[in-house]
């Protein structure tokens, strides 16, 4: 596997990351909606009389239309992407007063993807 995308930032974010229980490394996945853009899903934590027992999967927000154009292609083909949480600002800490969450996403480099090409080296 080799990174794609190093940190690419969530728009729209639609929930309180900071009751979502979200962490820092956390394992998210990207699904690619009807409507062309790229939805990401992670592991929320819901607490019971102080103790972690449903781990459900929560929709954060959207991709970038960059990082959109560079795994949409990767998402049709349905290509194993690992996608983890490096980003993590709940919105009362940050300067914008939104939450922020950046994602960064690795995965196999093929050939016949756009963006992704090989570097052959020729001999002198």
Sequence with gaps: MQQLI???QI?????????AGLCLGD????RLQDDGHVALFAQGRQRWF????RRPWLQLG???PIATDMLSE???RNLRLRVRIVGLTPAHLSKSHHPEV?????GAVERG???????TVQPA
């Design 113 to 119: 993807i756009n963006g992704y090409h090989q570097a």
């Design 102 to 106: 950046s994602v960064s996403v690795w």
């Design 27 to 30: 394992t998210a996945y990207l």
């Design 6 to 8: 190093t940190k690419a």
């Design 74 to 76: 990767h998402l049709r």
């Design 11 to 19: 728009v729209g974010i639609t929930l309180d990351v900071a009751k």
């Design 50 to 53: 102080g103790f972690y027992t």
């Design 62 to 64: 959207l991709l970038g």
